[in-house]
């Protein structure tokens, strides 16, 4: 009995000998694995940073080319801007047969088989992982190339099949612009149209200051003849009521001093001398009396002519009326001064001829004391040099018109 509890006792001892060994050897190895399983990690978080940033570098480059691409379509908007109209329907045209073309295409050929995915199981790997632990480094292996065939078998089902819209967008970048010549022809062709719409505005901007300055000039003219046209209207109608009571006393006065004297023969006399007068008048203004008017008639006709020439007058520059009225002026007190030298001579010349009468004729001998007569007391005269002067420019005016 001891004997056989010593060799069993040997046996366990032997047996707890190789377990202790066994245990050191898989610890060894456990310890192995996992500086091989550390070192593993560290290439895959390596490598998921070399990845990220590749990512990252492809997310900046897609962002660029988006921005290229946006800058890129607002040329081709730009340009399908500058496409003629019958080139664009030509090419929708062209673009409806390759539709045609790829439908048809489509229909003829098979379907493409699609690739399944790869099932993995979470149940299955944490069951082989607690069951055998020694394999869970071979089970962690196998899972990350599943993953990996699972990622690149999910990135190639998430490839974009190409679509009709892909081919209408290969389609649309047909252009009608191929050289760049013809974006030159169309941008002079544009600065020359640009540059003669700048000249027209800029003549009509000269043409518009220029109207405007003449507006205001114009408008300060008239504002100025405006003025001295009212002026002149006060200062008529001022005449005009005096002229109309003169008138008024000179028809009372003719009233009183004609009554019984122009009767028959002398009135006839005056109105025929006052016809020659009107028509002689008549004559100068307008013309000769080829329609044998009446006095009556011509009267009108040379007030109308006088207003006309009013109006004219008005329109005038004022400079070129007043060295106008100055000559006229001039001219009137030139012919005045002849009539008077020729009254003048004229009296002059009667006074001599009664002064030779008296010479040729016989003296008388005045018989008696010569009669002296009282000498009246000087009259006291009243201010009247106004009206005299006034009568004596109106008297010369009518003798200027009317003789």
């Known amino acids: 009995a001891v004997v056989s509890t010593q060799s069993t006792g040997e046996e366990d001892a032997m047996m707890f000998d190789e377990f202790l060994k066994e245990n050191d050897k898989n610890s060894v190895e456990a310890i192995k694995q996992a500086e091989q399983e550390t070192k593993a990690k560290m290439e895959k978080v390596s490598e998921i940073k070399k990845i990220q940033a590749q990512i990252t570098a492809l997310k900046s480059e897609i962002s660029k080319n988006e921005d290229q691409l ?69 089970s962690r292996r196998k899972q990350s190339q599943a993953d990996g065939e699972s990622m690149v078998s999910g990135m190639s089902a998430e490839l974009p099949v190409p679509s009709e819209d892909d081919y209408e967008s290969d389609d649309s970048c047909e252009l009608f612009f191929t050289d760049p010549q013809q974006l030159l022809n169309i941008f002079a062709e544009l600065e020359e149209q640009n540059l003669s719409l700048i000249q027209n505005s800029q003549e009509t901007e000269e043409a518009l200051d220029e109207m405007k300055q003449t507006i205001e000039t114009t408008k300060a003219k008239m504002n100025k003849e405006t003025e001295v046209l009212k002026s002149q209207i006060t200062s ?168």
């Open 70 to 138: 946006k800058e890129y379509q607002t040329y081709k908007k730009f340009l399908e801007n500058l496409t003629p109209v019958e080139w664009k329907g030509e090419r929708e045209k062209r673009r409806a047969v390759r539709r045609a073309d790829r439908k048809k295409k489509k229909v003829e050929e098979p379907p493409t088989p699609t690739t399944p995915t790869l099932p993995t199981s979470s149940g299955k790997r944490s069951s082989i992982s607690k069951s055998n632990p020694r394999g869970s480094v071979i």
């Open 236 to 403: 008529l109608e001022s005449q005009i009521a005096a002229e109309e009571e003169k008138s008024r006393e000179l028809e009372h006065k003719s009233k009183m001093f004609s009554y019984g004297h122009y009767e028959g023969d002398g009135q006839e006399k005056m109105l025929e001398l006052l016809n020659e007068k009107v028509e002689e008048v008549y004559r100068s203004c307008i013309g000769d009396n080829e329609a044998n008017i009446s006095t009556l008639q011509m009267l009108t006709n040379i007030e109308n002519r006088l207003e006309e020439l009013f109006e004219h007058i008005e329109m005038m520059p004022q400079e070129k009326v007043e060295l106008a009225e100055k000559a006229k002026e001039k001219e009137r007190r030139l012919k005045l001064r002849e009539e008077k030298r020729e009254q003048q001579r004229l009296h002059q010349e009667e006074r001599v001829r009664k002064a030779l009468e008296r010479a040729k004729a016989d003296p008388k001998v005045q018989t008696g004391k010569r009669l002296v007569f009282r000498s009246k007391p000087p009259e006291v005269q009243k201010k009247k040099t106004d009206v005299v002067d006034k009568r004596n420019e109106e008297d010369e005016e009518l003798a200027y018109y009317f003789s």
